[in-house]
């Protein structure tokens, strides 16, 4: 395969509500997702919460974003911001 022809491809891309930007270039996104549970069957509300990368700081708390996976940029952060 040619260089020319290597595609970098992004493993993981996310939704979700950023909860802070105090940070200086970083944010924390709080990911949700519904889980259904392996003996019970019950639905279940899972949130995480991931760091990751926020140029500039354009990106303010509330809002909905889209994060993808990148390369470790810190000890916590390994996501970015997708800005469309």
Do not use: W
């Not at 944010?27 to 549970?37: D, G, M, W």
Request: charged share 35%; proline share 4%.
């Amino acid at each position: 395969m040619e260089k020319t022809q290597e595609i970098k491809k992004h493993k993981k891309t996310l939704r979700g509500t950023v909860v802070s930007d105090k940070m200086q270039n970083t944010a924390v996104v709080a990911v949700t997702r519904y889980v259904k549970h392996p003996k019970y069957k019950k639905y279940m509300k899972i949130t995480k919460r991931y760091h990751a990368h926020n140029p500039d700081n354009k990106a303010k708390e509330g809002e909905s974003v889209t994060i993808r996976s990148c390369r470790p940029m810190s000890r916590h952060k390994h996501f970015e911001i997708v800005f469309a």
